[in-house]
Protein backbone atom coordinates (compact mmCIF):
# COMPACT_ATOMS: atom_id res chain seq x y z
CA UNK A 1 0.00 0.00 0.00
CA UNK A 2 0.88 3.71 -1.06
CA UNK A 3 -0.78 6.82 -0.11
CA UNK A 4 -0.01 9.82 -2.17
CA UNK A 5 -0.24 13.35 -0.37
CA UNK A 6 -0.42 16.21 -2.76
CA UNK A 7 -0.44 20.27 -1.83
CA UNK A 8 0.54 23.32 -3.32
CA UNK A 9 -1.84 24.06 -5.86
CA UNK A 10 -4.06 27.22 -6.41
CA UNK A 11 -4.63 30.15 -7.97
CA UNK A 12 -2.03 32.37 -9.83
CA UNK A 13 -1.70 35.04 -12.43
CA UNK A 14 -0.56 34.17 -15.59
CA UNK A 15 3.25 34.19 -15.81
CA UNK A 16 3.54 33.29 -12.68
CA UNK A 17 4.78 30.53 -10.48
CA UNK A 18 3.59 27.51 -8.25
CA UNK A 19 5.30 24.76 -6.55
CA UNK A 20 3.41 21.34 -5.90
CA UNK A 21 4.38 18.98 -3.31
CA UNK A 22 3.84 14.88 -2.82
CA UNK A 23 4.73 12.96 -0.18
CA UNK A 24 4.96 9.38 0.06
CA UNK A 25 3.94 6.68 2.51
CA UNK A 26 7.16 5.00 1.44
CA UNK A 27 10.52 5.38 0.68
CA UNK A 28 10.66 6.81 -2.83
CA UNK A 29 14.39 5.51 -3.76
CA UNK A 30 13.94 2.15 -1.85
CA UNK A 31 10.47 1.14 -3.20
CA UNK A 32 9.98 2.76 -6.52
CA UNK A 33 11.41 3.25 -9.93
CA UNK A 34 9.58 6.50 -10.78
CA UNK A 35 7.39 9.08 -9.93
CA UNK A 36 5.41 11.28 -11.70
CA UNK A 37 2.88 14.44 -12.18
CA UNK A 38 -0.57 14.20 -14.17
CA UNK A 39 -3.01 16.91 -14.97
CA UNK A 40 -6.43 16.72 -16.38
CA UNK A 41 -8.66 19.79 -17.29
CA UNK A 42 -11.90 19.77 -17.50
CA UNK A 43 -13.47 17.55 -20.58
CA UNK A 44 -10.31 16.37 -21.15
CA UNK A 45 -8.24 12.78 -20.70
CA UNK A 46 -5.43 12.92 -17.85
CA UNK A 47 -2.11 13.88 -19.94
CA UNK A 48 1.53 12.67 -18.16
CA UNK A 49 3.19 16.29 -17.35
CA UNK A 50 7.14 15.32 -15.69
CA UNK A 51 8.49 12.13 -14.61
CA UNK A 52 11.50 10.69 -12.57
CA UNK A 53 13.60 8.13 -11.85
CA UNK A 54 15.04 7.18 -8.71
CA UNK A 55 18.20 7.59 -10.51
CA UNK A 56 17.22 10.61 -10.88
CA UNK A 57 16.38 10.91 -14.81
CA UNK A 58 13.86 13.43 -15.75
CA UNK A 59 11.28 13.57 -19.07
CA UNK A 60 8.73 16.28 -19.56
CA UNK A 61 5.52 17.02 -21.75
CA UNK A 62 6.18 19.12 -24.49
CA UNK A 63 4.37 21.75 -23.41
CA UNK A 64 5.78 22.40 -20.19
CA UNK A 65 9.57 21.66 -21.17
CA UNK A 66 11.58 24.93 -19.98
CA UNK A 67 8.85 25.98 -17.30
CA UNK A 68 8.09 23.21 -15.05
CA UNK A 69 10.83 21.10 -13.34
CA UNK A 70 10.45 17.71 -11.29
CA UNK A 71 12.70 16.95 -8.48
CA UNK A 72 12.60 14.87 -5.07
CA UNK A 73 13.98 14.88 -2.10
CA UNK A 74 14.89 11.07 -0.76
CA UNK A 75 14.88 11.96 2.47
CA UNK A 76 11.45 13.32 2.76
CA UNK A 77 10.31 11.27 0.21
CA UNK A 78 8.57 13.85 -1.41
CA UNK A 79 8.34 14.83 -4.93
CA UNK A 80 7.97 18.42 -6.16
CA UNK A 81 6.81 20.32 -9.50
CA UNK A 82 8.03 23.66 -9.31
CA UNK A 83 5.97 25.48 -12.58
CA UNK A 84 7.19 28.86 -13.89
CA UNK A 85 5.73 30.83 -16.32
CA UNK A 86 2.37 29.51 -16.05
CA UNK A 87 -0.29 29.92 -18.54
CA UNK A 88 -4.12 29.79 -18.39
CA UNK A 89 -3.66 26.30 -20.13
CA UNK A 90 -1.89 25.14 -17.17
CA UNK A 91 -4.91 25.30 -15.29
CA UNK A 92 -6.11 21.71 -14.36
CA UNK A 93 -5.92 19.25 -11.27
CA UNK A 94 -2.47 17.74 -11.04
CA UNK A 95 -1.78 14.71 -9.57
CA UNK A 96 1.01 12.47 -8.38
CA UNK A 97 1.56 8.90 -9.61
CA UNK A 98 3.44 6.01 -9.05
CA UNK A 99 3.51 2.69 -9.85
CA UNK A 100 3.97 -0.17 -6.93
CA UNK A 101 4.26 -3.77 -7.07
CA UNK A 102 2.51 -3.21 -10.74
CA UNK A 103 -0.26 -1.23 -9.28
CA UNK A 104 -0.98 2.42 -9.77
CA UNK A 105 -1.25 4.69 -7.18
CA UNK A 106 -2.90 8.23 -6.93
CA UNK A 107 -2.61 11.22 -4.80
CA UNK A 108 -5.84 13.05 -4.49
CA UNK A 109 -5.30 15.54 -6.89
CA UNK A 110 -4.82 19.08 -5.75
CA UNK A 111 -6.21 22.65 -8.02
CA UNK A 112 -4.04 24.98 -10.35
CA UNK A 113 -5.79 27.59 -12.12
CA UNK A 114 -4.45 30.02 -14.24
CA UNK A 115 -6.17 33.59 -14.75
CA UNK A 116 -5.30 35.18 -17.73
Known amino acids: QVQLVESGGGLVQAGGSLRLSCTASRSIFFSFNAMGWYRQAPGKQREAVAQITSGGTTIYADSVKGRFTISADNAENTVYLQMNSLKPEDTAVYYC?????????WGQGTQVTVSS
Open 97 to 105: HTLFTARNY
